[in-house]
């Protein structure tokens, strides 16, 4: 059974950090491209930032809206993939999934051909 397991969200005030991880079990952890989606209440769903399957040679990806405060992260004995949320602003505000394409590259524009989800998880930004 493939599982996507999100963990670390929650309540932050504007300025601070969280760092969200998503534990992936199920695959060959390698094969696949894993990415950070979130979902604003009444908005589309949005890429984040993704880690690139070893079979496209890795590489890490991000969304225009988070470049240069978000960090994602690969941790391959632990088969998790970790986002690291610095200066954080409420328009972070989202549910926040972890994503599983398999062979893929940057996943951030192609949330719609992802072949695996996390359940989700909140990360509230307080102003």
């Known amino acids: 059974e493939v599982q996507l397991v999100e963990s670390g969200g929650g309540l932050v005030q504007a300025g601070g950090s969280l760092r969200l991880s998503c534990e992936v079990s199920?695959?060959?952890?390698?094969?696949?491209?894993i990415g950070w989606f979130r979902q604003a209440s009444g908005k589309e769903r949005e890429g984040v930032a993704s880690?690139?399957?070893?079979?496209?040679?890795?590489?890490?990806y991000y969304g225009d809206s988070v470049k240069g405060r978000f960090t994602v992260s690969a941790d391959d004995a632990k088969n998790t993939v970790h986002l690291q949320m610095n200066s954080l602003k409420p328009e972070d505000t989202a549910a926040y999934y972890c994503?599983?394409?398999?062979?893929?590259?940057?996943?951030?524009?192609?949330?719609?051909?992802?072949?695996?989800w996390g359940q989700g998880i909140q990360v509230i930004v307080s102003s």
């Open positions: 199920g695959v060959t952890f390698d094969e696949y491209a």
């Open positions: 994503g599983a394409l398999l062979r893929g590259s940057d996943i951030t524009w192609y949330s719609d051909y992802v072949d695996y």
């Open positions: 880690v690139g399957s070893g079979y496209r040679g890795g590489g890490v």
